[in-house]
């Protein structure tokens, strides 16, 4: 299934999209904008790049640029003629809408980190959430200049905040961005491009040039999860990639993740997503 890229048209009085939306939402889809997401009225299943997730009504999520994603209202949200009684606000705005060099200045570091770590989708939570969300009902009677200066209150909060969560596994993403200084940035070079063989630890201590227990440590402190763990969401990262595309069977695309046979990627992909291969495809398809 292609992933549909679907752009909102911008003001002219704007330099970038603030949208009430009331339009059905639940086509899976990507845009190269930065976009955050505010459910006001809604119930349902979110997906973001390969993660399924339940939703309800203060969702606030931000997404990075072409981070495929819909949100799937419950059928209490549709009349019976189809019409649909869900709701949201969007904030949409291209990476340089503010010029170039933003990001580059000294006061937007802490921003330009969560901007990086946008690529796999972030879940607001807690005050940032209630502050942001405050901000996003004003701009509604804002003018324009005033919609601008709202929205660096926004910039402002997710530069500061921890309360996030991140929603996509790197594995997803593609082309895979990581900073130079991170100390393990090979190892994880060498998994996107391995595995799908049978990767040895012996090789990746050799590029990491660590004994086992400093590896095990260092790599559970940097990626918040054991390696093995890390391991097994990037190959059900990239299947969840194929499986939205529809080019292979699911057979196929177990063997083209790196899984040695069908039932023990069902397993994994059931534990880690909480639906089936197949009951995924069905989820974005219907």
Known sequence: MKIAEVRLFKDSESSFIYHHETEDFSTYHHHPEYELVLITKGKGIR??????????????VFLGSYLPHVWKC??????????????GLVIQFLGDFLGTRFFEF?????????????????????????????????????TPINRLYALFNIFEILATTKEYSLLCS??????????ESEPLRDVIEYMLK????????????????????????????????????????????????????????ISQI?????????????????????????EYIQIIKN
């Open 170 to 179: 790197s594995a997803f993403l593609e082309p895979y961005k990581m900073h």
């Open 194 to 249: 391995n595995f799908k063989k049978n990767i040895q630890l012996k090789d990746v201590l050799e590029i990491a040039n660590m004994s086992n227990t400093q590896f095990f440590l260092s790599f559970k402190k940097m990626y918040k999860m054991p390696f093995k763990s890390y391991l097994l969401n990037m190959r059900i990262g990239f299947s969840c990639r194929l499986l939205a595309e529809e080019r292979l069977n």
């Open 47 to 60: 997906i973001v790049g390969d993660t399924i997730e339940d939703f309800e009504e203060n969702d606030l």
């Open 74 to 87: 419950d059928e209490e949200f549709y009349q019976k003629d189809g019409a649909f009684i869900g709701e």
């Open 254 to 278: 177990a063997y083209e993740s790196g899984f040695e046979n069908l039932s023990n990627f069902n397993r994994h992909f059931k534990q880690l997503k909480g639906v089936t291969p197949r």
């Open 106 to 142: 000294p006061e937007n570091l802490q921003l330009k980190q969560f901007f990086s770590k946008s690529s796999q989708g972030c879940l607001i939570r807690g005050k940032a959430r209630e502050g942001i969300i405050k901000v996003m009902l004003a701009m509604k009677t804002m």
